[in-house]
C-alpha cells in the first residue's frame, strides 16, 4: 500500500515536469444559433488524445506535444469540423469552433454525447435490434458503461455484473465444453452470458474484459428477438465489444494484488491502410489469481483481433475474434444429496468447514480452450433501409478434473447419530477432450416507414443457429469420505496422483464411476419481426412475433431409449409494449408483454406429444431521464408465469404430465445521478417472490431453490476531480447486499445462505497519458457464500494496484 501512495505523487511531479514541455488547447464550440454545444468530442485527427465540451461548451486538451495537427469537432449526427492548428511548447492555443446545428437540434445528439451522468447509457441498437431511445422502449435494460468498468477496475465480466440490480451470480464459471460461464440470477430464473454483439458468443470459463465496451442485461423472457438458446425466462447477458477506430493509438497496463493476482493487458488500434479506411484493433490479456483458500488458481491467456473495413459509402465489413485458452484447478462446491434436514444445521455458517481450506490439492487441474470467430456485413440500401448480415462460430473444448463435495449424515455411514455432521464426502466429475461448436448466421434488415403520418421503424430477422456439443464425462462420488472437524491425516490424499489410480481401478464399476456421454445436435430456423409505431410524438407501440423451428438431432445408437430422441417442434413468441410520455423525452410510463419457450420432447401417458414450455411476462413501469440527464432511472413490476412444466405424473410415476408450472413476480428500481460535476451516483435494488405451482407436494407453493435471494441491492459512488492541477484524481465507493437464499427449499428440507453486505473502493488518477489506480475487494473480510442448490465460499478481502500507459 505505501507503493500505491508514492507512485501517484512520482507520477504528479513527472507530470509537472512533462506539462512545461508541452501546449494546451482550449476554445468554445458553439451552434449555429448562438447556443453553447455541450458534451461534444474534440481530438486531434489520427491521434488518441481530446476531450469533450462542457455545458458551457467549453473543452480543455492538455499535454499536447509541439506540432502540426488537425483539430477534429465531431457529435453524433451533426458534420464534423476541422482546423489545421499548430501547438508551440508551453503555449496556451485558443480554438473556437461553430457547428452546423442549433440548439434544438443538437439536444437530441445529446442523448448519447452527455458524459456527466457517466453511468448512464441512453440509447441501444442490440436491445430491440433498432437503435431506439431507452425512454421510448418498453423493455427494462441495464447497461454498465465503460466509464463505470474502468472507475472500479473492472476486470471480467463477473466483476461488471455487480452493478446490476435485481442480477446475482450464482455459481462460478465451470471451463467445461459445452458449458457456459458463470450462472446467475435475474428475476428467479438462471441466466448466463451467452450473447455477444447480438449473437452466439458463448464462453465457458471466466470471460475476461479485455475487449468489453459496456454490458448489457436485459431482463425477461426475450426470445422473440434472441431465441430461446441463448436466454433464459429472467433476460439474457449480452457483451459489446471494443470496435476499431481511426487513428493510432493504444494502452498497455500492469495490475498486481492479492492471492498471486497478476494481469497484464494491452488494447492496441492503428491503421491497415488509411486511404482505404481498413482498421485494426487488438486487445489482449494475460491473467493469473490464485484463491484464498489454500488451493485453487486460474491461469488464462487471452487474445481479440478486429477488423473493420469501409469499403465504400454503403458497405461496411468487420471481422473478429476470441481466443482464450488456460488451465486451472476448481473452485469448491459443495452438494446436498442427503437431506439437509439430517445434516444437524440448516446454514452456511453452520457447517463447521474451515473457510480457508479447498479440501482437495492443487494439481486436480483442467485444460480448457474458447474460440470465438465472427464477422458482419453492413450494407445501406437506401436512405431508410439497411442490411446487417452476422455469422459467428464458437468453439469449446475442457479436459480434466472438476472435484465436487457432499455434506454426509453421520448416520448414513452408519455411525452414531450426532448433533451436528462430521463427514465431507469427496468425489470428482472430470471431461475427456469435450468439445462443443454454436454457428449462427443472421440477416436482418432495418427500416423506416410511414402510413399516413405515422413513423414506423421495423427490423426484420431470418436467424439459423447450429449446436453441436459431443462431451464425455465420467465421474465417482465415491472417492472417500473425511472427518472435517478433527485433524486429517487424509487431506491430501485427494490428488491426481490417487485420483488416477482409482479411476483406473474402478473404471468398469458402475457403483463406483459413472459415464456420461452428452451428443447434442440440434438446428434452429427462425423468423421474426418488430415494428415500433410513432402514434403521436410522445405515444409508441411495439409489436414483434417470432417463429421458430427446432429440430433435435441425436445420431447416437440408442438415442431414443436413452430418452433423447430425434425430434422437431414449431414455436411461436409474441412480444407487445406501450410507451407514453407525459413529459417528452424525460418522462415515459411503459408497459410490456413479453414470451420464451423452451422446447420439450418425449409424449404423455397418452402418446400425446409435448408441445413447448412457454413463460409470458407483464410488466409496467416509469423511466426518467431528467435534469439535462443528470438524473436517469427505471422502477418496474413484473409478473412472469411459466406453463406446460413437465413434472411426473402423481398417477404413474413412469409417466409425465405437462401441468406444472411457476410464478415469479417483483420489483426492480435503478437510478443514476450526476447531482454536481464530477459526482455520479449508480444505485439499484430488486425484490423477487417466486413460487411452484402444480409441482411435486414437496415443493408446491415454495420458493424455488434455484432462484436467488428474494431482496438484493448495489451501490457505487464516485467522485473524479473536474479541474485543477490534480484533475482526473477520483476515487469509488460501494458494494451490493443480498438477503438470505434458500437453496433447498422442501417440506422436509431447508438450508440457507445466510444475508451479506459486501463492500468495494477504489482509487486512481486518470492522465491523458497514463493511469494509475488501485482498488479492495470485501473490505471488511466478509465470509459468505453463493449458490443455487449448493454453496460456495467466496473471496475474502483482496487488493489490486495497477498502472497503464496510453498512447
Do not use: C
Not at 359 to 365: H, K, P, R, S, V
Amino acid at each position: 500500500m505505501t507503493k500505491f501512495i508514492l507512485t501517484p505523487l512520482l507520477l504528479l511531479f513527472v507530470l509537472n515536469v512533462f506539462g512545461q514541455s508541452t501546449g494546451t488547447i482550449k476554445g468554445r464550440i458553439s451552434t449555429s444559433d448562438g447556443q453553447p454545444a455541450a458534451y461534444v468530442s474534440v481530438g486531434l485527427k489520427n491521434k488518441n488524445q481530446g476531450n469533450t465540451s462542457n455545458e458551457a461548451g467549453f473543452y480543455t486538451i492538455k499535454s499536447v506535444k509541439p506540432g502540426q495537427y488537425t483539430l477534429k469537432v465531431s457529435a453524433v449526427g451533426a458534420k464534423s469540423v476541422e482546423k489545421e492548428i499548430k501547438v508551440q511548447a508551453a503555449e496556451e492555443l485558443n480554438v473556437d469552433f461553430i457547428i452546423v446545428q442549433s440548439s434544438s437540434e443538437l439536444k437530441e445528439i445529446n442523448i448519447r454525447s452527455n458524459v456527466r451522468n457517466k453511468f448512464a447509457t441512453k440509447k441501444s441498437e442490440y436491445v430491440s435490434k433498432m437503435p431506439l431511445n431507452n425512454l421510448e422502449n418498453p423493455q427494462v435494460y441495464t447497461t454498465v458503461s465503460k466509464e463505470l468498468i474502468s472507475d472500479q477496475l473492472v476486470f471480467s465480466v463477473d466483476d461488471a455484473t455487480r452493478n446490476v440490480p435485481g442480477l446475482q451470480k450464482m455459481w462460478e464459471a465451470t471451463s467445461r465444453g459445452g458449458d457456459g460461464g458463470a450462472y446467475y440470477s435475474s428475476r428467479g430464473f438462471i441466466v448466463q452470458s451467452k450473447l455477444r454483439n447480438g449473437i452466439a458468443g458463448n464462453v465457458t470459463s471466466r470471460i475476461d474484459a479485455a475487449n468489453l465496451e459496456r454490458l448489457e442485461v436485459i431482463k425477461g423472457p426475450s426470445a422473440t428477438l434472441f431465441g430461446n438458446s441463448l436466454t433464459s425466462y429472467g433476460g439474457l447477458i449480452n457483451r459489446v465489444t471494443k470496435k476499431p477506430y481511426e487513428g493510432t493509438g493504444g494502452e498497455v497496463s500492469y495490475s498486481r494484488g492479492s492471492y498471486d493476482f497478476e494481469r497484464v493487458a494491452i488494447d492496441f488500434n492503428a491503421p491497415i491502410a488509411k486511404e482505404n479506411q481498413i482498421y485494426m484493433r487488438v486487445n489482449a490479456a494475460y491473467n493469473y489469481e490464485g484463491s484464498f483458500q489454500d488451493s485453487g488458481f486460474d491461469k488464462n491467456f487471452f487474445i481479440a483481433p478486429s477488423l473493420s473495413y469501409k469499403v465504400n459509402d454503403r458497405l461496411d465489413l468487420s471481422f473478429d475474434a476470441e481466443i482464450s485458452n488456460g488451465r486451472n484447478a476448481a473452485r469448491q462446491v459443495v452438494f446436498f444429496y442427503f437431506p439437509a434436514s439430517q445434516l444437524g444445521f440448516d446454514r452456511a455458517d453452520q457447517t463447521g468447514l474451515d473457510y480457508k481450506k479447498s479440501y482437495a490439492n492443487n494439481d486436480l487441474q483442467q485444460t480448457y480452450t474458447n474460440s470465438n470467430i465472427f464477422a458482419q456485413a453492413n450494407y445501406k440500401i437506401s436512405s431508410k433501409w439497411t442490411s446487417q448480415t452476422s455469422f459467428t462460430r464458437t468453439y469449446s473444448y475442457s479436459n480434466g478434473r472438476n472435484p465436487y463435495f457432499f455434506l454426509v449424515p453421520d448416520a448414513v455411514l452408519g455411525l452414531p447419530a450426532s448433533a451436528k455432521a462430521n463427514y465431507l464426502s469427496r468425489g470428482d466429475q472430470s471431461t475427456d477432450n469435450g468439445k462443443a461448436t454454436v454457428t449462427e448466421v443472421q440477416q436482418n434488415f432495418n427500416g423506416e416507414f410511414n402510413i399516413g403520418r405515422l413513423k414506423n421503424r421495423i427490423v426484420v430477422g431470418l436467424d439459423y443457429l447450429r449446436s453441436n456439443s459431443n462431451v464425455l464425462f465420467y465421474s465417482t462420488d465415491k472417492f472417500d469420505v473425511v472427518k472435517f472437524r478433527t485433524a486429517m491425516p487424509n487431506y491430501y490424499n485427494f490428488n491426481e496422483a490417487n485420483l488416477s489410480a482409482y479411476y483406473k481401478l474402478n473404471r468398469g464399476n458402475k457403483d463406483s464411476v459413472s459415464n456420461y456421454l452428452s451428443n447434442a445436435i440440434s438446428n434452429t430456423y427462425s423468423a421474426y419481426v418488430s415494428d415500433v409505431l410513432n402514434v403521436t410524438d410522445r405515444l409508441t407501440a411495439l409489436a414483434a412475433l417470432r417463429v421458430d423451428r427446432f429440430e433435435n438431432i441425436n445420431n447416437i445408437p440408442g438415442a431414443a431409449a436413452s430418452g433423447n430422441p430425434p425430434y422437431k417442434q414449431t414455436a411461436f413468441s409474441p412480444k407487445f409494449g406501450l410507451v407514453y410520455q407525459p413529459v417528452k423525452d424525460q418522462v415515459s410510463v411503459f408497459g410490456n408483454y413479453q414470451n420464451s419457450f423452451t422446447n420439450q420432447r418425449g409424449t404423455d401417458i397418452n402418446g400425446n406429444t409435448f408441445k413447448p414450455e412457454q413463460a409470458n411476462q407483464l410488466e409496467g413501469g416509469v423511466k426518467l431521464d431528467a435534469f439535462k440527464g443528470k438524473l436517469s432511472g427505471t422502477v418496474s413490476y413484473y409478473y412472469i408465469k411459466v406453463k406446460d412444466v413437465l413434472r411426473t405424473n402423481p398417477v404413474n410415476p413412469n409417466f409425465q404430465i405437462q401441468d406444472g408450472g411457476k410464478i415469479s413476480k417483483g420489483i426492480e428500481f435503478e437510478l443514476t445521478a450526476n447531482p454536481f460535476e464530477g459526482f455520479n451516483i449508480l444505485t439499484g435494488f430488486g425484490y423477487n417472490e417466486n413460487y411452484f405451482v402444480n409441482a411435486d407436494a414437496s415443493v408446491e407453493g415454495r420458493r424455488d431453490g434455484a432462484s436467488m435471494s428474494p431482496y438484493s441491492a448495489n451501490v457505487w459512488l464516485s467522485y473524479k476531480l473536474p479541474q485543477g492541477n490534480l484533475k482526473g484524481l477520483g476515487i469509488g465507493f460501494g458494494g451490493n447486499y443480498a438477503s438470505d437464499n434458500k437453496i433447498v427449499n422442501t417440506t422436509t428440507s431447508v438450508f440457507t445462505l445466510p444475508s451479506y453486505t459486501v463492500l468495494n473502493a477504489s482509487i486512481f488518477y486518470d492522465h491523458p497519458k497514463f493511469r494509475i489506480g488501485a482498488k479492495v475487494d470485501n473490505l471488511t473480510n466478509k465470509e459468505y457464500w453463493i449458490g443455487y442448490t449448493t454453496m460456495n465460499a467466496q473471496k475474502l478481502r483482496s487488493f489490486v494496484g495497477s498502472i497503464s500507459y496510453k498512447f
